[in-house]
């Protein structure tokens, strides 16, 4: 007997608005690498950036002051270990190309 976990409607509704998430923020990546071009590591370094800047602006609005109900504390120390194992499982396993998933190249 399988011991898979079945997701629930909210763990797919989640992987659906992560999974949106993700496109969104290559498309404008590639969009921007297209119209102004640079080296590799300054544009992903802009990216990690941003990516900081964002956990500061969420978790001060989840902090003491915060009125968020979803029940996320930060933590940045355990959070940044969590961050820093996505960032590490992107380099080492890039997911499985998925026709349906895959964001249009151009137009035929």
Do not use: I, K, N
């Amino acid at each position: 007997m399988s011991r898979h976990r079945v997701p629930t409607p909210h763990d797919a509704a989640e992987r659906a608005a992560q999974t949106t998430l993700e496109r969104a923020l290559t498309v404008a990546f590639w969009q921007v690498m297209g119209r102004q071009p640079m080296p590799a590591m300054a544009a992903l370094e802009a990216a990690a950036r941003t990516v900081g800047a964002l956990y500061r602006q969420v978790a001060a609005a989840h902090g003491p002051t915060g009125h968020c109900a979803c029940g996320w504390e930060p933590d940045p120390e355990a959070d940044l270990v969590v961050l820093e194992a996505m960032l590490a499982a992107g380099l080492a396993h890039p997911p499985a190309g998925d026709l349906a998933a895959m964001v249009p190249a151009g137009r035929a």
